[in-house]
T-cell receptor, first 113, second 114 residues
Framework: DAKTTQPTSMDCAEGRAANLPCNHS???????VYWYRQIHSQGPQYIIH???NNETNEMASLIITEDRKSSTLILPHATLRDTAVYYCIVRRISGAGSYQLTFGKGTKLSVIP | GAGVSQSPSNKVTEKGKDVELRCDPI?????LYWYRQSLGQGLEFLIYFQGNSAPDKSGLPSDRFSAERTGGSVSTLTIQRTQQEDSAVYLCASSLETIQETQYFGPGTRLLVL
């Protein structure tokens, strides 16, 4: 699977939009971009995923550049409960071992009152 | 609806004892996965089930680790003769029908081997 690069940490003021970037310059055509987050001492929580179109759900929006080499997760109105480590992963959805998720170091997002 | 549940949430055991960790997947999810997450380490894949069979056990660290799934639902991960290096958070995830689907994780079982 393609490797991803994320900033180690970010701060965001409560109520403002949090924009978390991810670089995945070696992504292949059959690889999806997935975002998970992990709040301290909890299991990973699925947020959103996409292939090439922008996606939005009740939690977040995912903006993928046209060349697919980078993406941005947007939390439109960050709350204190959004403080967590956010993982961007690139995942093949077919082929041997494609179900084995691998998390990098992620971005620690701190939402500040 | 109910998510993936795991029990116990915490387990402290002595070196050499056996432990059983339980995972209850989301209702209707046929694929189930076990991972391990150690402090400072990433996510380590252990095994996955499709229905009751385990096509891929390649991630199990040693023959002390085993897992089973019955009735296409609940799964149990068993660690025999636990060692201190087994201390970690054991995570279970499930997905709908096929391995291409999104995986949803449970809260994990924190295992501490003294």
């Amino acid at each position: 699977d393609a490797k991803t690069t994320q900033p180690t940490s970010m701060d965001c003021a409560e109520g403002r939009a949090a924009n978390l970037p991810c670089n995945h310059s070696t992504i292949s055509g059959n690889e999806y971009v997935y975002w998970y987050r992990q709040i301290h001492s909890q299991g990973p929580q699925y947020i959103i995923h996409g292939l090439k179109n922008n996606e939005t759900n009740e939690m977040a929006s995912l903006i993928i550049t046209e060349d697919r080499k980078s993406s941005t997760l947007i939390l439109p109105h960050a709350t204190l409960r959004d403080t967590a480590v956010y993982y961007c992963i690139v995942r093949r959805i077919s082929g041997a071992g494609s179900y084995q998720l691998t998390f990098g170091k992620g971005t620690k997002l701190s939402v500040i009152p | 609806g109910a998510g993936v549940s795991q029990s116990p949430s915490n387990k402290v055991t002595e070196k050499g004892k056996d432990v059983e960790l339980r995972c209850d997947p989301i209702s209707g999810h046929t694929a189930l996965y076990w991972y391990r997450q150690s402090l400072g380490q990433g996510l380590e894949f252990l095994i996955y089930f499709q229905g009751n069979s385990a096509p891929d056990k390649s991630g199990l660290p040693s023959d002390r680790f085993s897992a089973e799934r019955t009735g296409g639902s609940v799964s149990t991960l068993t660690i025999q003769r636990t060692q201190q290096e087994d201390s970690a958070v054991y995570l279970c995830a499930s997905s709908l029908e096929t391995i291409q689907e999104t995986q949803y994780f449970g809260p994990g079982t924190r295992l501490l081997v003294l």
